[in-house]
């Protein structure tokens, strides 16, 4: 094809991991459907941790502008790291769609996109657009600065720590809907709190012990938890939830209020708003992004307003408050 008309072909990225294999399996079934809807579209498989980064570049570098991600958050996570990377174009000039075969798949309960692979797949027929906030990260791994850009929620002390048990027992080949929740209380009673020194534009917010922590620009992740349940995708703030140091046994009683969207009503429990957040910690802390486990301690949360164009279900509302 002709690069300039690479700007209306579709490139899809299929995790063929994603979902337990899902992603492989069901590939046919949902090309057959792009197909018949009349998309144009050329396929590529990642193959290895982290490529659906370098194929992002590589795609937007060549000429497409329209990008569809199969697979779940971890893709989605990639893929954005990869428009954000790119310096070809403006980072809103590519459409980023999602057709979802993961586990969790939390990111696309923001915008109605449908688990349905012919719903799913209307979304890119209609390509309706909406354009989403995205958080810049800072953190450290091996003593090395690093950047990484975060599409949804990252999550800090307790949260992390589940989380990179999660990703090391699914390296392991490890897979199921119930998996998460496996690594949450099997994590539990070992976790203890870390004294925590939070910033918010500049402002001491607090300092003291924290359990667990959730920056967000969504409000789901961990498999449909309400971590940061009044945030917004595109309202210019990120959201924070701080979970103070509080029994154990208080935390297990609660901890259905992370499903309900009530954590806030929670004692211990505070909410903040902000453009940027700094976070220092004692001991070193873990961070996961967007349900990848990458670093550690101190951090920077920068928000990036209307950082990229998202693609929507066909029957999604943007909120009358957006």
């Known amino acids: 094809m002709e690069t300039e008309n690479l700007a209306n ?52 570098n060549d000429g497409f502008r329209n990008i569809v991600a199969v697979g779940g958050d971890g893709t989605i996570h990639e893929v954005v790291n990869g428009i954000f990377i790119q310096k070809k174009v403006p980072t809103t000039d590519i459409s980023l769609a999602v057709i979802p ?39 450290y791994q091996t003593r090395v600065n690093h ?10 002390g307790y949260d992390a720590v589940v989380n ?23 994590t539990f009673l070992g976790c203890r709190s870390k004294r925590f020194s939070i910033k918010a534009d500049g402002r001491d917010f607090y300092k003291g012990l924290v359990f667990s922590g959730a920056v967000g620009i969504g409000k789901y992740n961990g498999g449909g938890m309400q971590q ?12 924070m939830t701080v979970i103070r140091k509080m029994s154990k046994l208080k ?21 903040l708003q902000a453009k940027k957040i700094e976070i220092e910690t004692w001991p070193e802390s873990r961070i996961e992004i967007d349900g990848e486990a990458v670093g550690n301690s101190p951090f920077c949360f920068e928000l990036v307003p209307h950082g990229i164009r998202v693609v929507v279900g066909p029957g999604f509302v943007v909120p009358a408050s957006m």
């Open 147 to 156: 950047i990484r850009y975060m599409a949804n929620v990252s999550g800090l």
């Open 228 to 239: 940061t349940p009044y945030a917004l995708f595109d309202d210019g703030l990120m959201d």
């Open 9 to 60: 072909v579709w490139l899809v990225i299929v995790n063929p991991k994603a979902g337990s294999g899902k992603g492989l399996k069901d590939w046919p079934v949902i090309s057959n459907q792009m197909y018949n809807s009349n998309l144009s579209f050329t396929c590529v498989f990642t193959e290895h941790k982290y490529h659906a980064v370098e194929l992002t570049v590589k795609a937007v």
């Open 101 to 139: 075969t993961g586990t969790g798949n939390d990111w696309i309960r923001m915008f109605g996109i449908s688990k349905t692979y012919s719903e799913a797949v209307r979304s890119l027929v209609e390509k309706k657009t909406v354009l989403q906030d995205v958080g810049k990260v800072s953190y």
């Open 251 to 271: 935390i297990m009683r609660k901890f259905k209020c992370l499903y309900s969207g009530n954590i806030y009503a929670v004692p211990g429990v505070m909410h």
């Open 164 to 186: 990179l048990k999660y990703n090391k027992m699914k390296d392991n080949g490890r897979y199921g809907k119930w998996l998460y929740l496996l690594c949450a209380l099997q």
